[in-house]
């Protein structure tokens, strides 16, 4: 069995030949439930992890964790393999894709820490395994027989189907944190990438998230966690503490300021080059966040299902390397 898992700082992606599975990258721990939060409760999962030496853990996971407020966790870590999230959110939708133990996972790196980090997450992923149950479900064993690691970006990239027969080509990936830039060129059916023209920015939609915060704090004199400042950014208006609060033109300012500095960024990165690239195509949830960004990059394509992109792409790139 094969299967891909993009695990985002703000959202976990996997897919498998039949089963997609998306969660917020966000977790808390375990408490009983009054069964009248439970029946509430409707998304997000609770799992437990049953690890070899048989320690058991509870947590909540994706939305019943957003939910629970102060436990739940953004990881904004570079090395997000090794914070203890990470090898839960894997474990999670590996299960909840219905992984067969030892299956073969393909995974994505930003591409400025590939170089330095591809060895170390795969060796860290071969060697990850537990009993996982998610939702109360049987506990079933998770683990893989093959690790491949793979850069973000270039996944999203092997999805495109009308790839133009020749000339430069550059997929953005736009996410929370980072954005990532792979430019390829293309002669005949085949794309080389050109590395000096490959990288990432840090920049994102969490930026966008930064200004509602602080706008918020000027103006309530309190400080606002980033996952309420996300649903806020969402529908710009709340109540606080009896009074009315607009942040209408804050966040539309925000969206603007957020993605004019990506594609700045981006586009300075690529230097002159960039005026010889045919096709720009732009992925991860970052697009839908920031429709504002296809009016900035010429000759622009906006993938379909733009956030699973990536993970979409690894999965054609393992069962691609299997089939031969
Ligand atoms: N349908 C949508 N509408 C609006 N915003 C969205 C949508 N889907 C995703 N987003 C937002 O877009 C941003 C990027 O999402 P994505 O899942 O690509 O990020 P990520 O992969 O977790 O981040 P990173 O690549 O930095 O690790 C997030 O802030 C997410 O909340
Ligand atoms: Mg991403």
Redesign the pocket.
């Known amino acids: 069995m094969q299967i891909a898992i993009?695990?985002?700082?703000?959202?976990?992606?996997a897919v498998s030949l039949d089963c997609r599975a998306?969660t917020?990258?966000i977790i808390a721990p375990f408490r009983e439930l009054p069964l009248a939060d439970l029946s509430r409760n409707g998304t997000g999962h609770i799992v437990a992890v049953r690890r070899v030496n048989g320690a058991t853990t509870r947590h909540f996971i994706g939305e019943l964790a957003l939910r629970e407020g102060q436990g739940a966790t953004f990881t904004l870590d570079r090395e997000?393999y090794l914070h203890p999230n990470h090898d839960l959110l894997v474990l999670t939708v590996a299960r909840l894709l219905g992984a067969a133990p030892g299956a073969t996972l393909v995974v994505g790196l930003?591409v400025a820490y590939y170089r330095a980090q591809k060895d170390a997450v795969r060796r860290h992923l071969e060697a990850l395994h537990a009993d996982v149950s998610v939702d109360g479900l049987p506990f079933g064993r998770v683990s893989f027989g093959k690790v491949v690691v793979y850069p973000?970006g270039a996944g999203a990239l092997l999805t495109v189907s009308n790839l133009p027969e020749s000339g430069l080509v550059c997929l953005v990936?736009?996410?929370?944190?980072?954005?990532?830039y792979v430019t390829v060129d293309i002669k005949g059916s085949r794309g080389t990438p050109v590395s000096s023209l490959c990288g990432s920015v840090e920049f994102?939609?969490?930026r966008?998230?930064e200004a509602v915060a602080a706008e918020f704090e000027a103006r309530t004199g309190a400080p606002l966690d980033m996952s309420v400042a996300?649903t806020l950014a969402?529908v710009s208006k709340t109540t606080f503490r009896g009074r009315e609060l607009d942040l209408t033109e804050t966040v539309a300012a925000a969206r603007k300021d957020t993605a004019r500095a990506i594609a700045d960024r981006v586009l300075g990165a690529l230097g002159p080059k960039g005026d010889f690239v045919a096709k720009f195509y732009l992925?991860?949830?970052?697009?839908?966040?920031?429709p504002e960004l296809k009016e900035m990059f010429p000759a622009v394509e906006v993938l379909p299902d733009?956030?699973l992109a990536?993970a979409e792409g690894f999965l054609k790139l393992i069962s691609g390397i299997e089939k031969t």
Not at 6 to 13: C, E, F, I, M, N
Request: hydrophobic share 30%; glycine share 16%; net charge neutral.
């Open positions: 993009d695990v985002g700082y703000s959202h976990t992606k998306v917020p990258s997000k930003p973000q990936d736009v996410g929370h944190k980072t954005t990532d994102g939609v969490h966008v998230l996300a969402a992925a991860g949830g970052g697009v839908l966040a920031l733009p956030q990536n």
